[in-house]
């Protein structure tokens, strides 16, 4: 089969087609023909081996010193069972599923397994293949963080990168909450992320945007770039801040992917997708999220029909 292989860690160059192995799917493995993937930050860290400089080392040591030792990066993905390990019980061959794969990556090849027990479930009824693998990072992020700052107990929120994979659909999440959004981001992403659902939204672009901003139940860094100090700032008295950076990783539940479903097809969520590259475009579509300008996702499409 055909898969991106990680080659060292570097540049979108690093990543190289090869032709490898298919995978066997193990006693409780799904074998997925897969049909889409995504770009995401979990992918283009782990590939740039972008942690603060005293922290490269230990990383390597857990994930590979020259190259990851899972060499074919893609945390989702979504496609066809096509074979079920002996021990499978709630899969069959024909399903269409959509996963969070994690560290065990995969997701950017011809045909990958998935532990059925992990982060995967049906597709959406009404979901494609690209619409299905744009909803688990940002959905099960969001849910995580959101959670952990008690969403279902606040009154408003305020939401810092709202154009992104994972704000983009906080700011959903959030609204199906009958929470009160407040949402930042850049002046080209406003009447975007206003359609989403956003109450308020503010352009981070503009010179003391900051002084437009009140004080929060809920203070959710969805980028992990901004200033902690200054946005702990407007988390009211007895509020809550949460923030995709520093805070450890985000659970991987397979509740999260089938209350997700849910949201979709009532129509509550929506993916927000910027770009659909080809597997082969696979470099172009890292150097595009390196530049830092992608609004939702950045899609990959593998096996398309």
Avoid at 4 to 11: H, K
Avoid at 62 to 70: D, I, N
Avoid at 175 to 190: L, M, S
């Amino acid at each position: 089969m055909k898969a991106v292989i990680c080659t060292a860690y570097g540049p979108p160059e690093v990543l190289v087609i090869q032709e490898v192995n298919q995978p066997k799917p193990k006693s409780n493995e799904l074998l997925v023909r897969v049909h889409a993937s995504a770009v995401h930050s979990g992918d283009r860290r782990l590939r740039a081996l972008d942690v603060p400089p005293l922290g490269r080392l230990p990383m390597r040591m857990v994930v590979g010193f020259k190259a990851p030792r899972q060499p074919i990066l893609g945390v989702v993905l979504a496609g066809i069972v096509v074979e079920t390990g002996n021990s499978v019980k709630n899969f069959q061959v024909g399903d269409n599923v959509y996963a969070l794969t994690g560290m065990r990556f995969g997701g950017y090849a011809e045909f990958a397994c998935v532990n059925e027990s992990k982060c995967v479930f049906q597709m959406p009824t009404h979901a494609s293949f690209i619409e299905a693998a744009a909803l688990p990072f940002g959905g099960t992020t969001s849910l995580h963080f959101l959670r952990k700052a008690h969403i279902d107990r606040a009154n408003n929120v305020l939401i810092y990168g709202g154009a992104g994979a994972v704000g983009s659909t906080a700011v959903q999440i959030a609204k199906h909450y009958g929470v009160h959004v407040t949402a930042v981001c850049h002046e080209r992403n406003v009447e975007l992320v206003k359609r989403l659902g956003a109450d308020v939204v503010v352009d981070y672009t503009k010179e003391g945007y900051d002084l437009e901003l009140n004080t929060y139940d809920v203070v959710f860094d969805a980028s992990g770039k901004i200033d902690k100090r200054l946005a702990k700032a407007h988390v009211r008295e007895n509020g809550a801040f949460s923030s995709v950076a520093g805070q450890g990783p985000a659970s991987e539940r397979k509740e999260d992917l089938i209350f997700l479903n849910e949201l979709f097809e009532s129509g509550a969520l929506q993916p927000v997708i910027d770009t659909v590259y080809q597997l082969d475009k696979i470099v172009e579509a890292h150097r595009y999220v390196d530049q830092g300008k992608k609004v939702g996702n950045v899609m990959v499409s593998i096996n398309a029909e």
